[in-house]
């Protein structure tokens, strides 16, 4: 009889209990967090590296750390004169070897400054010592999105397979005046080990790359049974989707440009041509909403195999990488249940693609 | 007075009506997840003394059904009082007793269990490791100091304290917090929809983002993503209203001459151990699309036990280690690379095993007592 009384009595206190303030240490290494799955609510607090590699350093005189963000091991935090700032961030990536051209073009679209030619991008590159390591330098000035004169200085020296990157980036006067001191820090990094390098965010495209669009054979398909069917085209490669996809297919384009086409479905009208097409405009492209006569003089009616389906095209920058992205969605309801297609990836590959998501979309069986 | 109650809670009537009870509330939960979700059905019908009728347009709550502790406790009650009542010692009503503190063990056992088991998931891509699994319905607003060389310092203060306002203060943090707006779920936009409204907050995330508040949600692939409007007030008196969320990544900010993180992350479960991820695999059978086994091999390393081992977590092999279950759960769905376990720590996980050993044994002892009483009846002339 005893024992029950005393159970319960603990159990009630636990139920008492009121939830408190904790604190409590963790290894630096495990505030990197593991990777996310894509989708996943959490995935805006971005991928985490796998191991927090031993990285020892001198840090110059007014430079505060920012410890370790979202891609970077380490980060520091520097302010000057009228309040002007810049930040300081290194990063390990994979497979960046070889890819140096196309970072300094990467950077250069980053302050709004047109693409060099890979020979040109490449004269870019001075030499720079990087903890008794040989890297490269350079630097672009150029406007931030809101018209401010802004720097960016990066060196970048290989370590096995993984590239280490030091960015000095913020207002251009405060950047120059840091040059110096940024050089310095280069030359007193030490990495103890090499740790496996961050992947990149969930949906980026692959940076540099080779891969060309698969000569696979077209093959007829129906993805989930009592779905519709429909004729993969060329090139266009079948990946899971998720819960949330009825079907989802990557396309590759050349240079390591990237699509993808995404099929999901829903009850009723899905929320609404409008509502669709403002959370692709707001939330995918960082556009402004359009009204619903926008969306009326934006969009097109295409006759199709189930009847017809409507066609809306955007451009803007994709809210995940910041990279140039173009979305071309359909929808269409079939049998009380709607069908959204959507084409979104770079600008380039989406306009060559067009026709064949076009054609896709209309010779859908339902 | 004290004779008639004492007759109440030993009745057999008493344990006939509370089974009933128990039988419609089952039901009736069941039901109510369709609209309801798992887990709020769980806590208004099952974690609850009285199931509560909310009048349209007020906020009444009458209670018009007893909730699942209600019917729990009182059974228990009525079980201790009829033994009380009943039970005489002996050999011959042994496997009475045990059938009955089987059943007390299985409802306290399963009392225990809500009380104090946690269920949280552990996400790993493959060649990375974590020693945190993360709840999935309860969030925390983490103040990470990390200017530390080797050590990360985290103040983690529940979502319960935030959803109730005010003030909040602790020697470890350099700033005192007071929670100006707390939504349990939220929509931030980028841009004015109807029905949202700007942000008033300090933090320059680089745009002006409106937001608005969301019900809890009630569907299983969904969950809450809570934000809120927390304002910092440095010992100076200085203060500034930051927006955080669960959409928006951990906001660095320097405090006196250390830098922070503020992140509203979900709860955390930090580990003594890592789990590394050698291989995610997901078999199909051949030729076809059906699954045919999902397992991660990962590699358990302890520093303080010097453990460094191997094993395969499959559907229905989990890990068992210090404390902990670990399942096969999930897994990244974009590339197949990524595993997600659920993390299960139920310290009155044995209890229904006891509880079922305990019944059996009592119901054997019983029967195997009439049988022999029975046999050596017709034996004797």
């Known amino acids: 009889m005893q024992f029950p009384a005393i159970t319960l009595a603990i159990l009630l206190a636990q139920v008492c209990r009121a939830e408190d303030i904790k604190v409590y240490h963790v290894p630096k290494e495990a505030s990197a967090k593991a990777g996310l799955p894509s989708g996943h609510p959490d995935t805006a ?60 073009n990467m950077w250069r679209q980053q302050v709004g400054l047109d693409e060099l030619s890979p020979e040109a991008a490449a004269k870019e590159l001075s030499p720079v ?22 720097k960016i200085v990066t060196a970048m020296a290989n370590r096995g397979s993984t590239t280490w990157f030091y960015k000095l980036q913020g207002d251009e006067a405060l950047v120059t005046a840091q040059k110096p001191a940024f050089v310095t820090f280069l030359k007193s990094v030490k990495i103890a080990e090499t740790a496996a390098p961050a992947e990149l965010p969930s949906g980026h495209p692959p940076i540099g790359g080779t891969s060309s669009p698969s000569a696979q054979p077209s093959a007829p398909m129906s993805p989930r049974e009592g779905g519709p069917s429909w004729t993969v085209p060329a090139g266009w490669k079948e990946v899971p989707g998720g819960e949330f996809l009825f079907a989802k297919f990557t396309i590759a384009g050349d240079g390591g440009a990237q699509a993808a086409v995404n099929v999901s479905t829903s009850a009723g009208d899905g ?6 097409v403002n959370r692709w405009r707001v939330m995918q492209l960082g556009l402004g909403a359009w009204s619903e006569a926008d969306v009326l003089k934006q969009s097109k009616t295409v006759e199709t195999v189930g009847g017809q389906a409507t066609f809306v095209e955007m451009s803007g920058k994709d809210a995940r990488t910041g990279q140039p992205a ?24 989406a306009a060559a693609q067009r026709e064949t998501f076009t054609k896709f979309v209309k010779e859908v069986k339902y | 007075m004290l ?48 199931i509560y009728w909310h009048p349209a347009g007020s906020s009444l ?39 009955h503190l089987g059943v007390v063990l299985l409802l306290l056992g399963q009392f225990a269990t809500d009380m104090l088991s946690t269920e949280s998931y552990m996400r790993i891509r493959e ?50 917090l007071r929670v100006k707006t707390y939504f349990v779920n939220s929509d931030l936009r980028g841009q004015p929809f109807q029905g949202f409204e700007p942000v008033q907050a300090d933090n320059s995330t680089g745009q002006q983002i409106w937001w608005r508040s969301l ?102 092999e989990p890990l068992r280690y210090a404390g902990e279950t670990f399942f096969q759960a999930d897994w990244d769905k974009t590339d197949e690379k990524g595993t997600v376990l659920q993390v299960v720590d139920n310290p009155g996980w044995l209890t229904p095993y006891f509880a079922c050993v305990l019944v059996a044994a009592g119901m054997i002892w019983q029967f195997m007592t009439h049988l022999i009483g029975f046999a050596a009846k017709r034996k004797s002339p």
């Not at chain 1, 505060?64 to 002007?84: K, L």
């Not at chain 1, 173009?326 to 590959?349: R, V």
């Not at chain 2, 019917?71 to 045990?98: Q, S």
């Not at chain 2, 309860?138 to 003030?167: C, M, Y």
Request: include cysteine; proline fraction near 6%.
């Open chain 2, 61 to 99: 709550r009458i209670p018009i059904f007893p909730g699942g502790y209600l019917v729990g406790g009182l059974l228990l009650v009525n079980l201790f009082a009829a033994h009380l009542r009943y039970y005489k010692p002996g050999l011959k009503r042994l496997g009475i007793a045990m059938i």
């Open chain 1, 271 to 276: 929320g609404g041509l409008l509502a669709n």
């Open chain 1, 129 to 150: 010592d990087i903890g008794g390591d040989p890297g490269q330098i350079f630097e672009i000035a150029g406007k931030s999105p809101d018209g401010k004169a802004i």
């Open chain 1, 45 to 104: 607090h971005g991928h985490g590296i796998a191991a927090s590699p031993k990285i020892t350093y001198t840090k110059p005189e007014g430079w505060t750390e920012a410890g370790p963000g979202e891609m970077r091991v380490t980060g520091f935090n520097i302010s000057g004169p009228n309040d002007s700032t810049a930040q300081v961030a290194v990063t390990p990536l994979a497979d960046m070897k070889g890819k140096e051209p196309f970072i300094v």
């Open chain 1, 326 to 349: 173009t979305i071309i969605g359909a929808t269409t309801t079939q049998n009380g249940q709607t069908w959204f297609y959507k084409l979104m990836g770079d600008p380039k590959l």
């Open chain 2, 127 to 176: 060649g990375s490791y974590s020693n945190f699994s993360e709840s999935n319905s309860r969030w925390e607003l983490a103040v990470v100091d990390v200017s530390g060389a080797t050590d990360d310092k985290v103040v983690a203060i529940p979502e319960s304290l935030l959803a109730k306002g005010g003030e909040l203060a602790h020697p470890e943090m350099p700033f005192k």
């Open chain 2, 215 to 316: 019900p809890k949600t009630t569907t299983m692939d969904t969950r809450d993503v809570p934000s809120g409007i927390v304002e910092l007030i440095e010992p100076a008196g200085r203060s500034q209203a930051i927006l955080v969320s669960g959409n928006l990544a951990p906001l660095q900010m320097t405090a006196g001459d250390k830098a922070y993180q503020l992140a509203l992350r979900p709860t955390r479960y930090y580990k003594p151990f890592r789990l590394h991820l050698l291989d995610f695999r997901f078999d199909r059978y051949a030729g076809t699309d059906t699954p045919k086994n999902f397992s991660s091999r990962v590699r358990l390393e302890r520093a303080d036990k010097g453990e460094d081992r191997e094993v395969t977590i499959r559907m229905n």
């Open chain 2, 3 to 50: 004779e008639a109650t004492y007759k109440f809670f030993t009745s057999v009537r008493l344990a006939v009506v509370l089974l009933a009870c128990g039988l419609i509330l089952v039901f009736w939960g069941t039901i109510a997840q369709v609209k309801l979700g798992l887990y709020q059905a769980q806590n208004e019908f099952f974690r609850s003394l009285f």
